[in-house]
């Protein structure tokens, strides 16, 4: 007959063996601690359950090769916003590495303004935040009539202002920053759109095996420099009944005028009508590659 106590010993391993167990994913993200890709690593995994450690990186450049050199397990970049447009330097990144799309996620972006202790909102005189938080809240600060000043990230500027003690200097970024920071809210929701999403997408080494459920392609081609080429290859998605979501198109950096064209469309690379549309584009493009098929959130 086992005792109690050791009944609750055995109990206790158990647990602990799964705990160590579990696989800790490390995540790179642009920009510090704080900001809204770090939250957007927490809330994607932890949706999935699975664990994973953020890691800060300066640039978007610097998550890509983090993850190309196996510095890191996966990243996180945000591709695209519901108010400012897509991310250019990300579109141009996913062309230049030999990575994969395995995921994406949409996030709320909720930008507040932050300042040191003790301040109010006529002691500011300038603004500092990363170019897409400053366009996402064009309105409020042009009303707000103080300078603009572009930084690197939301969190790293208020991080500077932490770590600077700059007076008179306030940061858009989130909540989640001005409690790491330890900096005053001066307002909250100063976004133009309150409804404000920002898509982040998960980079890996290797294709997303295929899962049940929506599905959804991202791709990048070019097209012969002729009339109707563009035309004819979304011909090619639409006779095989392929719903296209969206259409980005980036200049080819090959020749002047000459631009490659972004694709999301709905459907698994696996799926017959995508192999279908997708051996169909090989044969009318100058350059496809498919950039990832994964699980549909958007």
């Known amino acids: 007959m086992i005792s ?25 993200f642009q ?35 983090a993850v190309a050199t196996g510095e890191v397990s996966y990243g996180m970049v945000p591709v695209e916003n519901s108010q400012a447009g897509s991310i250019n330097d990300v579109y141009d990144l996913l062309r230049q590495h030999d990575l994969f799309v395995i995921g994406e996620h949409q996030h709320p972006v909720n930008h507040c303004l932050l300042c ?16 897409q938080a400053l366009a996402q809240c064009d309105v409020y600060l042009r009303e707000l009539g103080v300078e ?27 909540i989640g920053a001005a409690e790491l920071y330890q900096l005053e809210i001066l307002a909250r929701g100063i976004q133009t759109i ?5 898509r ?29 080429s563009l035309y004819n290859c979304l011909g090619m998605l639409a006779a095989n009944k392929i719903n296209l979501l969206k259409l980005e198109s980036r200049p080819s950096r090959q020749r002047a005028w000459e ?36 699980a549909r959130s958007i």
């Open 4 to 28: 109690s106590t050791n009944q609750q010993e055995e109990i206790n391993g158990t647990a602990r063996a799964e705990l160590s167990s579990v696989t800790t994913y490390t995540v790179a």
């Open 31 to 65: 920009g510090e601690y704080g900001a809204f890709g770090d939250e957007a690593v927490r809330a994607y995994f932890g949706r999935l359950q699975q664990s994973a450690e953020p890691r800060p990186y300066r640039s978007f450049a610097e998550v890509f090769r």
């Open 116 to 131: 040191l202790p003790g301040q109010q909102l006529s002691d500011i005189k300038r603004v500092i935040s990363h170019p």
């Open 148 to 174: 603009i000043v572009a930084t690197y990230d939301t969190a790293g500027s208020a991080k500077m202002i932490r770590e600077e003690n700059l007076h008179g200097v306030a940061a858009v970024a989130g």
């Open 194 to 198: 309150k409804d404000n999403y920002t």
């Open 200 to 228: 982040f997408i998960v980079l890996g080494r290797e294709p997303a095996p295929r899962k049940e459920g929506p599905a959804k392609t991202m791709l990048v081609m070019a097209t012969a420099h002729q009339p109707g």
């Open 259 to 294: 631009y490659v064209f972004y694709l999301d469309f709905e459907g698994h690379r696996e799926d017959p009508p995508v192999r279908a549309a997708l051996a169909d584009l090989a044969s009318h493009t100058t350059f496809c590659k498919v950039l990832g098929s994964f």
